[in-house]
């Protein structure tokens, strides 16, 4: 399982109304909400969008910059780890 998925954004109205619409029609449901940001989820997955620093908008590539900041999983015991 991948969980979460985090993207930094540019401008967070913008992609909340696009990725709502679009998550949504997916099946899945708003998670979470907070001032810089907001996060779906369906069954295990989560996707969570956060609106970038202004100091990082329009620069080189940075892990805080627009994009995809963070990619992880997720096992229920450590025991999977070995099969």
Not at 9 to 23: I, M
Not at 42 to 47: A, F, I, M, N
Request: hydrophobic share 35%; proline share 1%; net charge positive.
């Amino acid at each position: 399982m991948i969980h979460p998925i985090e993207m930094y954004v540019r401008n967070l109205k913008t992609s909340r109304k696009f990725y709502s619409f679009l998550l949504e029609a997916l099946g899945y449901e708003l998670y979470q909400e907070w001032e810089e940001g907001f996060s779906y989820k369906r069954q295990e997955t989560c996707l969570v969008f956060v609106q970038v620093d202004a100091v990082y908008q329009d620069k080189g590539y940075h892990r805080k910059q627009v994009g995809l900041n963070h990619l992880a999983s997720q096992l229920k015991t450590v025991n999977k780890l070995m099969h």
